[in-house]
């Protein structure tokens, strides 16, 4: 039976993957709240940044109390998503609507990452903070196409 501190193979690699995507969400939300023009989406994306660290931590910490390794960083995919996005930017003026969509997109992959990881660790101890997780991210995205739909009017 998989225990906080005896994590399954599976769980681990998915805490892990889930790990170094947080990791990513948090710089590419720094990255380009540092870009926007709009003062408003500026402080979303700090706040969403604030909170997508506290879930790595949270990740991490299920990771030390299992004794296994902690990813550094993100993923390469990461860090070419938070260059695309300064791209992007650059090359539409700074154009917060292009951002935004950027943000919905990226938002849309780490609910489905969630989504398969919490799918694979079933009733594991993990579940609940993953489940929690997903919300956040569910409500990130919810109020991203809301500040979407704003910019549309």
């Not at 004794?67 to 860090?79: K, M, R, Y």
């Not at 919490?118 to 579940?127: E, H, R, Y």
Request: proline share 2%; aromatic share 4%; net charge negative.
């Amino acid at each position: 039976m998989e225990t906080v501190r005896d994590l399954d193979k599976s769980t681990i690699d998915g805490l892990q993957k889930l790990c170094k995507l947080c990791h990513d969400s948090t710089e590419g939300y720094r990255t380009a709240a540092s870009e926007l023009d709009s003062e408003p989406l500026s402080e979303a994306f700090r706040n969403t940044s604030v909170d997508r660290a506290m879930m790595r931590d949270q990740l991490a910490e299920m990771l030390g109390t299992s004794h296994e390794d902690i990813p550094d960083g993100g993923t390469a995919l990461g860090s070419v998503h938070r260059w695309w996005i300064e791209a992007r930017t650059a090359i539409s003026s700074n154009d917060d609507k292009a951002v935004v969509s950027e943000a919905i997109r990226g938002e849309n992959s780490i609910e489905d990452e969630y989504k398969d990881v919490l799918s694979d660790a079933g009733d594991s101890p993990v579940s609940e903070t993953l489940r929690a997780h997903l919300l956040s991210i569910h409500n990130c995205r919810q109020t991203l196409e809301e500040l979407e739909r704003m910019q549309d009017s």
